[in-house]
């Protein structure tokens, strides 16, 4: 498969800026605040409606135009007729007994369902969203890749993510992890656009150093996001430590050879001087031997990381098994003895359908019965 293949993996050309059939209005809480004012000087009004329009939107999470009370009626009746406000519907939420996590399925405008994860940590409240409907990247271990990828998440539809759990809640959201459903640089623009409405001091002002965006490795978006800017952490999901392991787990290490990859978050590092996480899905018998452990050290020689290791979470559809608590310990020790830092990914909400996508797969086998 050449590169330009891959792109449309799917057998589908990706529209630019694609939106759902039925999105014929303007999705007004896609627009940045340089469009906003842009869009509603336009229409005749002045800038400070624009100003209103934003906080309502994106500050004081309003989910409909009625709230927004210092509007005129008489504008509020044109945008009503022009465009759409996005909020998420929330269908099913769960609430771990053991740690407070909670799990968000929501409802999109067209009926697709995503899930998004609220968790408390003692710095702050972390929320993981989705950046796709479904994936198409096809790691073996995953349950959010079974059914391919339906859509990509507009900005509105990320962000939305976030506000509805910090609106239901009433709880401040201080860390977001790009880390549900979807592969995050398979949606580029929207991904990036997203990236700095939730960092924008007219929003909510999330610091860029509280968000980390976890990918597979596709290298010209890693290289592309090392140049814009942000002051986010890379995350990028290693799983194996060759090439050739590595290619039996991730399909997308078939397009980018893991050196190249490894080149690319070194250029993340030196471009933006963020420390880089890796993750590492310890899977038994297949990634998780003391031979594994020696190899993985070596690869990451020299670079500014964290390991980040993830017993795999067994999905249903599929056969891994998570490795015996010892021998993740002895993983652990092997790679610190080695000079790494490393964590073992705290397992959260354990009780209410733990693994990325299981929730929206139950979800979806009740709703085909
Ligand atoms: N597409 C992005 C985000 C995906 S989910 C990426 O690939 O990084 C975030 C992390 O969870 C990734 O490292 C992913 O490989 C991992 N993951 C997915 N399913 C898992 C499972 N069943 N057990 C453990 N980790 C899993």
């Known amino acids: 498969m050449t590169r330009d293949e891959w792109k449309i993996a799917d057998g589908k050309e990706k529209p630019e800026g694609e939106c759902p059939d039925s999105q014929e209005k303007l999705d007004m809480k896609s627009l940045d605040y340089q469009e906003l004012q842009d ?19 994106h500050e004081k999470l309003a989910g409909s135009l009625e709230e927004m009370t210092n509007l005129p009626a008489a504008l509020r009746k044109r945008l009503e007729a022009q465009t759409t406000i996005t909020v998420l519907k929330p269908v099913e939420v769960l609430t771990s007994a053991l740690d407070g996590t909670q799990k968000y399925l929501f409802e999109l405008e067209d009926g697709n369902v995503i899930e998004s994860v609220l968790m408390h940590y003692r710095h702050g409240n972390s929320v993981c969203i989705s950046s796709q409907v479904g994936c198409r990247m096809g790691c073996r271990f995953c349950a959010s890749t079974i059914g391919g990828r339906i859509r990509d998440l507009r ?3 990320m962000l939305d993510q976030v506000y509805r759990i910090q609106h239901l809640t009433g709880e401040r959201v201080s860390n977001l992890v790009v880390m549900g459903t979807g592969e995050p640089l398979d949606n580029y623009d929207n991904l990036v656009k997203f990236l700095r409405m939730l960092s924008d001091e007219h929003g909510l002002n999330i610091s860029q150093r509280n968000i980390t965006v976890s990918t597979c490795g596709i290298v010209p978006g890693i290289r592309r996001l090392a140049e814009e800017d942000l002051q986010i952490t890379l995350a990028l999901s290693l799983h194996a430590s060759n090439q050739e392991k ?6 997308v290490a078939n397009q980018y050879e893991l050196e190249e990859v490894l080149a690319a978050c070194r250029y993340y590092f030196e471009r933006t001087g963020r420390r880089l996480t890796f993750e590492y899905s310890l899977v038994g018998g297949v990634n998780d031997s003391p031979e594994d452990a020696r190899e993985l050290t070596a690869l990451v020689r020299g ?7 993830i017993p795999v979470n067994p999905v249903k559809e599929r056969e891994f098994v998570q490795p015996d608590h010892s021998v993740v310990q002895a993983f652990k020790n092997k790679l610190e003895k080695n000079g790494l830092t490393v964590t073992i990914r705290r397992e959260m909400g354990r009780d209410i359908d733990g693994a990325c996508g299981q929730l929206r797969r139950s979800y979806m086998r009740k709703e085909e019965i």
């Open 303 to 309: 670079l500014n990381c964290h390991m980040n290791l």
């Open 155 to 157: 900005p509105s539809e």
């Open 39 to 57: 869009y509603v000087t336009a229409l005749g009004e002045k800038p400070f409606r624009a100003k209103q329009l934003y906080q309502w939107m």
């Open 246 to 251: 590595r290619k039996k787990l991730m399909p």
